[in-house]
């Protein structure tokens, strides 16, 4: 193993690339922190993409009292839409009467509460609705007849991580992934961290360690960080399936379940019907989760309570699976954890400081990282103490959250022959910076070879030279959503490409950053 000369101090120091890590990054950076982020794989490699890919106050979470939890999550919803609109819009949810269940009182009661908890300003308020006579009511059983329609919003949760971190690096932090934290230990003013990345060594050193390694936070402080902590972490596995579209309307459903339990079937990429989420104790060992047989078979067995058409194992086209990182409350049950977040400061006797960030979710990430930076404030007194993330667009999000469509128009028609499709796709991913990937092109030849679907050589480029994209499993499946398109023989193609492109470049750089 090389072990490089320099040694680099920094405010900061981030062990975790999901969201709450790259969340924190963004914050701390963009108040003048100098910050180095590391990430032992790829940004959103674990929990951060095995979400509901939703941005919602959590409907669920009123049942449990978890009146602050839901009110900050409302609060958020509209705040990140406009920071996102390119990875983030409004999604209309019905929610339909099962008798025997809640009742119907009780459902417009915490509808109500929904409404006017959080602040809602942009998006629609809950109606009533007849099934019997609605568009939503068509792709359910017969016996529904009432059903209630509220709003939340959908997003693209792997693209807001990489999003996030990239914001960061433009604002001058140093992030690092496929690199590997190998010990951390006190000296007297910093941390000393050692890291690994493609078998060379480095050591950093840091005012401040920011412990958000997600699943692995309890691990990561007490066997990296050598800190002993009385918080203890729950690890909830939910899973997800994803099948062929059940239905054509553009609206998402919310059942309630007979054990207590909700799932929702969401329109995914439109071709497809995502219904989740699961929830079952997982352990106290981290590894990589798969959604089980009697997992999908839950999942299949309640969306087939409410539709029409038959959901069997045999229509899923992809199941996936992640752990999330709940702080262990004492909650009886998996789905009664509270997803609130918390944070613990240790700088016991006036040594440097460690934050390790327990729970949380992807809707309060911002939040999450604003309260971290609050925390930190008295051992960085040269960053900004003034909160700025909520007025900031993310890269590519410069637009009003009713233009995606006028953008796609701008795409089409400067670049001529454009499908419209592609487009759509585009401007989703990338907002306003999908003319990046389309400058110089003048017809759709110009962007390269197509790999399948409508990855082309032009945008699988950008992802490398611009998101830290390395490999295949990298672009279709946090960058992209593609790989549900792709076939063996495709993806085996796209790996090759990236590979000798890779070696072209002289590998990918395995920071983009301004120098601390």
Sequence with gaps: MTRQATDPIYDIAIIGGGV??????????????????????????????????????????????????VHEALAEREVLWKIA????????????????????WLLRLGLFIYDHLGGRRLLPATRTLDLSSDVTGRPLREG????????????????????????????GADIRPRTRVVSARRESEFWRIEVEAGGISQLVHARVLVNAAGPWVHQVLSEVAGVSSPAEVRLVQGSHIVVRKLYDHDRAYI???????????????????????????????????????????????????????????????????????????????????????????????GQVPVLSVFGGKITTYRRLAEHAMRKLAPFLPAA?????????????????????????GQLRRAHAGLDERLARRLVRSYGTRAMRILDGAR???????????????????????????????????????????FSAE???????????????AGSPPATRSVPA
């Excluded at 900004?384 to 469509?405: H, K, M, Q, Y």
Aim: charged share 25%.
């Design 490 to 504: 495709e993806t085996a193609a796209l790996e090759d490409f990236m590979r000798r492109a890779g070696e072209m």
């Design 255 to 349: 059942f309630q379940n007979p054990d207590g339990r909700i799932i929702f079937a969401i329109p995914y990429h439109d071709d497809f019907t995502l219904i989740g989420t699961t929830d079952r104790d997982f352990g106290h060992t981290p590894g990589a989760p798969v959604a089980s047989a009697e997992e999908i078979a839950y999942l299949c067995a309640a969306a087939d309570e409410y539709f029409r058409a038959p959901v069997s194992p045999d229509d899923v086209v992809w199941a996936y699976s992640g752990v999330r990182p709940l702080y262990d409350d004492g909650a009886s049950k998996a789905q009664e954890a509270t997803r609130d977040y918390v944070l613990e400061l240790d700088d016991a006797d």
């Design 443 to 485: 017809t759709p030849g110009d962007l390269g070879s197509v790999f399948g679907a409508d990855l082309t050589e032009a945008e699988v480029l950008h992802l490398m030279r611009e998101e830290w994209a390395l490999t295949a499993e990298d672009v279709l499946w946090r960058r992209t959503k593609l790989g549900l398109h």
């Design 144 to 171: 529904y007849r009432r059903g209630f329609e509220y709003s939340d919003c959908r997003v693209d949760d792997s693209r807001l991580v990489v999003l996030n971190a990239l914001d960061a690096a433009e604002r």
């Design 384 to 408: 900004s103490a003034r909160p700025w993330t909520g007025g900031a667009p993310l890269p590519g999000g410069d637009f009003g959250v009713e233009d995606r469509a006028r953008l796609e």
């Design 85 to 104: 609109p390119h990875i983030i819009g409004p999604l209309r949810f019905v929610l339909p009467h099962h008798k025997g269940l809640r009742p119907a």
């Design 20 to 69: 709450n890590g790259c969340g924190i990054a963004r914050d701390a950076a963009g108040r003048g922190a100098s910050v180095v982020l590391f990430e032992q794989g790829d940004f959103a490699g674990a929990t951060s993409s095995a979400s509901t890919k939703l941005i919602h106050g959590g409907l669920r979470y009123l049942e449990q009292y978890e009146f602050r939890l």
